[in-house]
T-cell receptor, first 118, second 113 residues
């Protein structure tokens, strides 16, 4: 089975600190990559996506992610976090349409809870 | 454009009962996927429907079933509920079957007592 690993279960930062959340996936072929965010009490929202091209992608609210193919990684970064960034962050990998696995085409990591102290 | 809607938002059922959850995708989206979210297991894939056909099915028992209608609306059904079925059930829609980002609804919080 394919997998997505998020290295940190819970990250606690102070406001203005820099953020980097790790994400690694196991599939060896071409993939599309996503980061989703779930704010407390809200539904999952797309933060950013990578399909092809520039491996450094920018998303909403100042977030960016870098795709490093050789490392099967798609790490999320933000230079300066705010209290309002407190949320759970999910990395997801979209496998090819004909993959047909029981995991579905969009495989999620377990999520990283980010707590930002004001 | 209206987002993905799910009904009901909250549900309390008793062991052994059955439940039907509904999902209306974003207008124009033809693919609907269902996930179960729990604190311990995270997001687990249940099934995906595209043009009324089930494309993929996750590793859940046969008590979990679903369908998609011609207007792309989808329902999932869980029969003979167990305590372990308590979870947040999420529906996501996307434009096509794969390779496109999925947009999630608010979920249905199911509690089985």
């Amino acid at each position: 089975a394919q997998s997505v690993s998020q290295h940190n279960h819970h990250v606690i930062l102070s406001e203005a600190a820099s953020l980097e959340l790790g994400c690694n996936y196991s599939y060896g072929g071409t993939v599309n990559l996503f980061w989703y965010v779930q704010y407390p009490g809200q539904h999952l929202q797309l933060l950013l996506k990578y399909f092809s091209g520039d491996p450094l992608v920018k998303g909403i609210k100042g977030f960016e992610a870098e795709f490093i193919k050789s490392k099967f990684s798609f790490n999320l970064r933000k230079p300066s976090v705010q209290w309002s960034d407190t949320a759970e962050y999910f990395c997801a990998v979209n496998l090819p349409w004909n993959y047909g696995g029981s995991q579905g085409n969009l495989i999620f990591g377990k999520g990283t809870k980010l707590s930002v102290k004001p | 454009k209206a987002g993905v809607t799910q009904t009901p938002r909250y549900l309390i059922k008793t062991r052994g009962q059955q439940v039907t959850l509904s999902c209306s995708p974003i207008s124009g989206h033809r693919s609907v996927s269902w996930y179960q979210q729990t604190p311990g297991q995270g997001l687990q894939f249940l099934f995906e429907y595209f043009s009324e056909t089930q494309r993929n099915k996750g590793n859940f028992p046969g008590r979990f079933s679903g369908r998609q209608f011609s207007n792309s609306r989808s329902e999932m059904n869980v029969s003979t509920l167990e305590l372990g079925d308590s979870a947040l059930y999420l529906c996501a829609s996307s434009l096509e079957a794969s390779g496109y980002e999925q947009y999630f609804g608010p979920g249905t919080r199911l509690t089985v007592t």
